[in-house]
Every structure is written in structure tokens, then in C-alpha cells.
């Protein structure tokens, strides 16, 4: 059973950090193609950022500089960065794993930032 479940999301105020952290079991996570998604209030989800297998990293233009995605390996474990937030990253942000055949999504953690 893949389970993928989210954690580290809260109340910041703007211009602090956030880091997000996602567990995973239940898939051969090394060679998994693993994304942060997010969806504010209102809008559809769109993707903020993605890590391959081999650890290349692409971002949404809006978290450029700001976020950073990484991959623990050993712990089955990715991570989101989140600098110098904004009122406009405020969103549940999901963790999802591609695996070539399908498309996995944890709960989601939700994530306010006030300004």
C-alpha cells in the first residue's frame, strides 16, 4: 500500500521559511520521480517543484530562488524549502509520486502566510 504523507506546514508570516516534509512507503523510492503540487483557495493545483531519480530539480517560476526540493534517499523522505514566503504561497501544499504508471498524493499539509 503507498502511503505518502505530508508534514511541517503552519502559520508564518511573510517573508519567513517553512520546510515541508514528505514520508513515504510502499514504492521503490530511489528511482521514483517525486513533486511538491499546491492548491490555493479558488484556483486549480499547480505544480511548485520536482526531483528526479538522479536528483535534477525544476521549479515553478513564482518559487525560483525561494524553494528548494531535495530527496533523502536512505529515508524515504523528500523535503521543500520554503524562504522568504509570501502571502501568495499561502495554498495545502501536496506531496505526489510519479512512478511511470500512475500518480500517488499524500493528504496535503496547509500553508498560511500572513502579511
Known amino acids: 500500500q503507498v502511503q505518502l504523507v505530508e508534514s511541517g506546514g503552519g502559520l508564518v508570516q511573510a517573508g519567513g521559511s517553512l520546510r515541508l516534509s514528505c514520508t513515504t512507503s510502499?514504492?521503490?523510492?530511489?528511482?521514483?520521480?517525486m513533486r511538491w503540487s499546491r492548491q490555493a483557495p479558488g484556483k486549480q493545483r499547480e505544480l511548485v517543484a520536482a526531483i528526479t531519480s538522479g536528483g535534477n530539480t525544476n521549479y515553478a517560476d513564482s518559487v525560483k530562488g525561494r524553494f528548494t526540493i531535495s530527496r533523502d534517499n536512505a529515508k524515504n523522505m523528500i523535503y521543500l524549502q520554503m524562504n522568504s514566503l509570501k502571502s501568495e504561497d499561502t495554498a495545502v501544499y501536496y506531496c505526489?509520486?510519479?512512478?511511470?504508471?500512475?500518480?500517488?498524493w499524500g493528504q496535503g499539509t496547509q500553508v498560511t502566510v500572513s502579511s
Open positions: 505526489n509520486a510519479y512512478t511511470g504508471s500512475r500518480t500517488y
Open positions: 510502499g514504492i521503490v523510492f530511489k528511482s521514483t520521480f
